[in-house]
C-alpha cells in the first residue's frame, strides 16, 4: 500500500487547523511535528550508487551504515549525513566513485523512496482505524502546475514557513495497492506532512530533508525502527532535524 492524492480540491482548510502553532521553520523535531505524540522516529533516505557492469548501468541504494562503514565514522541517531560522508582526511563520500565509471549521489531528499516507502506505509496503515482518510500537505513547488490548475488554494501553515517558501497545498488522500517491488521515488508530488483522519500519525519530510520523521504510539515507532527494510532511530522532539555533526577530535 502506498498513499495517493487525491486531484479534487479540499477547499475548506479546516482539517489541517489542529497544526495551528504546533508547525514552524526550526531546527528541532517538535517544530516539524506536533508535540502530542507517545513517541517519534526518523527514517534515513538512503543514497544511491550507479556503477557500469558490462555495457549497462546498475543503480542501487546505499544505507547511511554502509557509507559510514566506508568513511569510518559512527552513525548515531542524530547523525548528520554531510558529515557521515566525509573521511578524516577530507575526502568525501560523494566525490569518490569506487570505480572510474560511476558516481555516487546524496539521498534523495523531500520524500522517502521506495521500497522503503511500501513497508513504512504497511506499517502506518495498520496503525490507524481511518486508511482510507487521510490528509496530506503537499508544498506548492511540487504540484504548482497540477495541483493548481485543478483549482487547490494555497494554505499558509505559519508565517515561519511561509517566510521561508513553504505553502502547501490541503489534499485528501488514502491508501491504495501498488505493484510491489519497485524502486525509486513514490510521488510525483510528495506530501511533506501527512496524518490519518483520527490522527494515529503523523508523518513530516521537509522538502530539503534526507530524513522522514514519524510522531506515533510507542508500539508504531517501536516497529518502524526494528523493521529490517527500514534505516531508522528513535529521535527526540529536541533532537535536530538536519542531524548533529560529528564531534571533531
Known amino acids: 500500500m502506498l498513499p495517493r492524492v487525491d486531484p479534487v480540491p479540499v477547499m475548506d482548510p ?20 506536533p508535540d502530542s505524540y507517545q513517541a517519534y522516529a526518523r527514517v534515513l533516505h538512503p543514497a544511491s550508487m550507479t556503477r557500469r557492469e558490462g555495457n549497462e548501468w546498475i543503480n542501487r541504494q546505499v544505507s547511511w551504515s554502509e557509507i559510514a562503514a566506508w568513511s569510518g565514522k559512527e552513525l548515531r541517531p542524530t547523525s548528520n549525513f554531510m558529515d557521515l560522508q566525509v573521511r578524516a582526511g577530507g575526502d568525501s563520500w560523494q566525490d569518490n566513485a ?21 513497508r513504512l506505509s504497511d506499517l502506518l496503515r495498520a496503525a490507524t482505524l481511518t486508511p482510507g482518510a487521510l490528509w496530506m500537505l503537499v508544498w506548492t513547488g511540487f504540484g504548482v502546475n497540477a495541483l ?10 505559519s508565517a515561519s514557513l511561509t517566510s521561508s517558501g513553504r505553502k502547501y497545498f490541503l489534499c485528501r488522500g488514502s491508501f491504495e495497492n501498488v505493484t510491489p517491488g519497485e524502486e525509486g521515488p513514490a510521488f510525483m508530488e510528495p506530501p511533506n506532512f501527512w496524518w490519518p483522519e483520527d490522527r494515529a500519525w503523523f508523518v513530516s ?7 522522514t520523521f514519524i510522531g506515533g504510539a510507542s ?3 517501536d516497529q518502524i525502527v526494528s523493521a529490517e527494510q527500514l534505516e531508522a532511530f528513535p529521535a527526540g ?6 542531524g548533529d555533526p560529528l564531534p571533531t577530535a
Not at 522532539?237 to 538536519?242: G, I, K, N, Q, Y
Open 148 to 157: 493548481a490548475e485543478l483549482g487547490h488554494k494555497e494554505l499558509d501553515v
Open 14 to 33: 479546516a482539517p489541517a487547523d489542529w497544526l495551528t502553532g504546533r508547525l514552524d521553520f526550526g531546527r528541532s523535531v517538535r517544530q516539524w511535528v
Open 219 to 221: 508500539s508504531l515507532i
Open 237 to 242: 522532539l529536541e533532537d535536530p532535524v538536519a
Open 205 to 211: 519530510t521537509d522538502i530539503d530533508g534526507p530524513c
Open 98 to 118: 569506487r570505480d572510474t565509471d560511476g558516481s555516487n549521489d546524496l539521498p534523495y531528499e523531500g520524500q522517502l523512496v521506495r521500497p522503503q516507502m511500501d
